[in-house]
Structures are given as C-alpha cells and as structure tokens.
C-alpha cells in the first residue's frame, strides 16, 4: 500500500551532524563534497583556483544503515560538517527552464476578464509579465483567473498602420512557400481583417527575411483566421526584460524570432 503524502506544512526539516538525528530520515539537499584545485593558466602564467564537486548522496536519499555509515565517512575525513535532512521524500525537482513560447493570461480588470497575450519560457514568468503590463497600464485592482500556453503562436506588434476601421485581434493560420518547400505558421495580429492581416504577416515576414540578409522569394496562403478575445499583446521587447538571452533571442537580437 502507498505511503499517505503529507504536505509541506507538515515537513519538519532540519541542519544536522549527528547520525542518531538522521537516522531513517531523507535527504532535503543534494549532498555534495567540495574542494579547491589549482592549476597555471598557460597564457598568464597565473595560478587559478577551481571548484570541484563531487555527489555523495543525491537529494531524497533515505538515510539507512549504509547510507549513515557513507555520511560518517565523510564527516571524519571533514568533506563535510553536516547535512540538511526532512521527513518527507522529495526527490523531485522543480525547474523553469523551458523554451519561450507563447502565453495567454486571462486578467479581471475593471469586473471584465480580458485576455493579454506575451511571450515566456513558464507560468510563473508569463504571471510576472502580464502583472507588471497591467499595473502600469489599468488603474484598479486587478486578479489572475487562467493561464494558457499556446506554444507556436507567433506575436506582432511591430508593423503599424494606417487605417479607418475597427481593428480587431485576429489569429491566422498561413502556409508559407518558400525555398521549394512549404512549411505552416499561425500569427496572432490586430488588422481589420483577415486579408489585411495576412498583409501585415507578409510586412513582418519581409522585414524578417531582409534582416537576414536573405533575398529570396515567399508566397503566403491563408488557411484560416478567426477573431479572438484579446485585450493587448505585449511587446516581445518588454517580455525579453524577464527572460534569458539564450532562450529567447537569435541572430536578429529579437524575442518572437526564436519562435519562429
């Protein structure tokens, strides 16, 4: 029968180096053993120090016997001075470290839920970003009732125009021809219409190839549109202030590019 799992409120965990106090217990850290070396950097003819670890025992471990006698091991030979221990297992790891994609947050802005759609590599960044935009653009209390990754979605908010209708926020699909090969994308862009919409995916996509230094011709086919609910997109330039370089920009230095 599975163990009943309890909660974090009920976690009791703690910083020992007393084997009778961790006995039966797991541990709440990775246990590592650390030390320096020191090699001649060939260039400068310097001597530089570098860290090395090394696992002992890995996070979750349950601190039986053998494991005990491993921990007293290395407290004799001083590796270490003790180890973080709990009562509960965990073992698992939470990480955020994904690739950006798109997010639609759902916010309650003056009684209304609206939908504002960014660029983030997880919930808690597309929380933290759609928060900031909103704070800053609505007066009023505000919550978050519903987050939505979209995945391949691609933001506009770059290509302006002048017009005297309603613009509305579409999302397109398009089937791109180019290179002797064709390849399907979806954009998400505020146009008066489908037709205008496709008009300004074909300006972004121009604007794109060109910064690419590539010259070589696109045909675009629509292959569906519809309107959506959407209050704003933010800009992919305000989104890259929360995200890693790495996981967001490309040879063009711009966020939506590397989803692309």
Known sequence: MKEKLETKHQEKRFFTSQLEEMKDLYLAKRLLRTWNEDFVDEDSGEVVSIE????????????????????????????????????????????????TSTWCVTAVIGGKKKNVYLYAYSVFIALEIAKDYIEQSYPGRFGVTGVKELNNAILITNVSQENDGELKFYMIEVEIEKDNHSYNRVFIVKALNAENGKALIEAFLTHKFEQDNDSNEFHLTLQSAKVIPCEAVIDSSFCAKYLDPEKTTDSYGETYQSLY
Do not use: P, Y
């Open 52 to 99: 090395r670890n090394e696992v002992i025992l890995d996070i979750g471990a349950h601190l039986d016997h053998h494991n005990l006698q491993i921990i007293d091991f290395h407290l004799s030979a001083g590796d270490i001075n003790g180890v973080e221990v709990s009562n509960q297992k965990r073992d698992g790891i939470f990480t955020d470290e994904f690739l």
